[in-house]
């Protein structure tokens, strides 16, 4: 049922466009009757659009490749089981994570992160799982890690695939025990969690090349979701580029620019390998350098080929 909705809603995006399938999401029952939209097309529009309010401001997208995502979530949300988030840099991996908490039944307790690409293997434990007082030179006081921190709440990996073998083992063995050993400390603590974890590599490759567990990795999919680059999201560059602008003026106290059509031109040409982070950034460069029109020479040089 779910692949035939899926199927329904990318034929209404293929034959009316992206600005169609917006237009859509926005109607009346009436209106898009009107529109002979299928009346399964109208009530499953209506319920993306409405799943898309829940997360805008953290998550913008209308493409069809977001719609679909969002429906996803929405499945995703009321659970407490493990997920996955597969995405290039600078997707939007955590954003995604984030609405999962906030919108789930642990929104009520902390949502604590870690990039597991940014901390040596040998100090990650001591994050993740905290250490007692005398563990190693220098630990004059308990800590807590992030698991008990976040008891009851959320624990958000970040580029997972990065994680070294023994911390993958000792990561597992806290997934299906539900416990956890401070490094130095004697005996288990129990910790109630939600995992969330994000890669930008192809797990499953680094399974076959013995570079990353199996069981792990089946432990952490149990959700997976795949958050599509920002090349692939056809009619999203420039909303966001929009909301963007929006938001900077607005923090810098200046009135909102408008792109012109050269502008607009090269930023929909352009492959944006960072992502949506390299759009924010552009806009950011954008907004400094320029008055209140940014044109395409106000763009930066690898943007502006795309003009």
Not at 125 to 130: A, Q, R, V
Not at 145 to 162: P, R, S, Y
Request: charged share 25%; with cysteine.
């Amino acid at each position: 049922m779910f692949d035939e909705l899926r199927q329904l809603l990318e034929k209404i995006a293929a034959e009316h466009g992206a600005e169609g399938l917006a237009r859509a999401e926005s109607l009346s029952v009436e209106r898009r009757r009107a529109a002979a939209l299928p009346a399964e097309a109208a009530v499953i529009v209506g319920d993306l659009a409405d799943a898309e309010g829940r997360y805008r401001g953290r998550i913008i997208g209308r493409s069809p490749k977001m719609q679909a995502l969002y429906a996803m979530m929405e499945k995703v949300i009321p659970t407490t089981y493990p997920v996955l988030i597969h995405g290039e840099s600078g997707t939007g991996k955590e954003l995604v994570a984030q609405a999962i908490h906030q919108g789930g039944p642990r929104s009520d307790k902390p949502f604590v992160a870690e990039n597991c690409a940014a901390i040596p293997e040998t100090l990650l434990e001591s994050e993740l799982f905290g250490y007692k007082r005398g563990a190693f030179t220098g630990a004059d006081r308990d800590k807590l890690g992030m698991f008990q921190v976040a008891d009851g709440g959320t624990v958000f990996l970040d580029e997972i695939g990065d994680m070294g073998s023994s911390m993958q083992t000792k990561l597992l063995r806290t997934l299906q025990s539900g416990e956890i050993r401070p490094v130095g400390g004697k005996s288990n603590l129990i910790v109630d969690v939600r995992v969330i974890a994000a890669s930008n590599k192809n797990l499953k490759k680094m399974i076959s090349e013995k570079s990353f567990r199996e069981d792990l990795y089946y432990r952490i999919a149990v959700l997976p979701l795949e958050l599509p680059p920002l090349r692939e999201r056809e009619g999203d560059i420039l909303l966001l580029a929009e909301a963007f602008l929006k938001r900077f003026s607005g923090q810098m106290g200046l009135e909102l620019p408008t792109l012109t059509d050269s502008a607009r031109e090269a930023l929909c040409n352009h492959r944006w390998p960072g992502n949506v982070r390299e759009l924010e950034n552009e806009m950011q460069r954008a907004l400094a350098l320029s008055g209140p029109m940014i044109a395409a020479e106000d763009l930066s040089e690898q943007v502006r080929a795309g003009a």
